[in-house]
């Protein structure tokens, strides 16, 4: 099989996150966390992800809305993060996502960090490599940050995502949800796909006036902060785990990182 040649921007992409307190006993904890960024991925990779798509868990898989390249038009995308032992990679592929989706899975994975330590006890993000997968064609656009964060949370957490909802947002290095575009459209999306939930930035509740068709029957849920969103979409702790072994290494000597 064609080896795949695996490059990584160091600099701005490797950063110490601070994990919260683990205990009275326990001293503040920087980990680095690695992108990496595949030009494409495997074979087996794809077809693993596909499998899972199909599949009925739901862990790991966030509905996010996003706005089609062709026609402007908002669409349901699912991204799905699977876990494997690692140390700390953020795995994704150049093949469908762009460079702003790609750094905005980075930022969200980055401010995922204390929330998931303070509120959910998780702090085995440094022993776990995170494979984030698209399940469409090339998007560019860091609106998918929320659905990034949830998908990343759900797979550490090994909590399901609830998909009556779909989401919206940008991440910011603090966990914040910052406004996006075309909201109206997006949410136009999750209506004509069933889902009657739909999580937006705050900030974007003033471009949703004057718009009673479009509301009518959905539950828009404004939100400042990721954790404001976990606490809407993880389910409880469920006995059905995402596969964590199945994914193949990503091989230390392709990574062009020092």
């Not at 898989?61 to 699912?78: C, E, F, H, Y």
């Not at 699977?82 to 994704?92: A, N």
């Amino acid at each position: 099989m064609m080896a795949h040649r695996t490059t990584c921007r160091t600099g701005s992409y490797i950063v110490a996150a601070l994990l919260g307190l683990l205990s009275m006993s326990n001293a503040l904890v920087a980990v680095p966390i690695e992108l990496v960024e595949l030009d494409s991925f495997t074979w087996t990779q794809r077809n693993i992800i596909k499998n899972y798509m199909a599949s009925s868990n739901t862990i790991g898989k966030s509905n996010s809305l996003v706005i089609a390249d062709t026609d402007k038009r908002g669409i349901v995308r699912t991204y799905v993060a699977l876990s494997r032992p690692g140390t700390g990679k953020l795995v994704v592929s150049k093949e469908n996502m762009a460079q702003d989706t790609r750094e905005a899975a980075f930022i969200a994975y980055q401010a995922l960090i204390d929330v998931l330590a303070q509120k959910y006890n998780c702090h085995h993000h440094n022993t776990t490599d995170i494979h984030l997968f698209y399940g469409a064609s090339h998007v560019e656009m860091p609106s998918v940050g929320v659905a990034i964060s949830v998908s990343i949370a759900s797979t550490l957490t090994q909590r399901s995502i609830n998909q009556h909802y779909a989401m919206t947002g940008v991440i910011d290095r603090e966990g914040n949800v910052c406004a996006i575009g075309r909201v109206q459209a997006k949410i136009l999306a999750a209506k004509k796909q069933g889902i009657t939930h739909v999580i937006i930035p705050e900030s974007n509740l003033k471009n949703l006036k004057n718009c009673p068709e479009l509301l009518a029957g959905m539950n828009i849920i404004p939100v400042h902060h990721i954790s404001e969103v976990l606490e809407y979409v993880l389910l409880p702790e469920t006995t059905t785990a995402a596969p964590t072994t199945l994914l193949p290494t990503v091989p230390t000597t392709l990574l062009l990182c020092a």
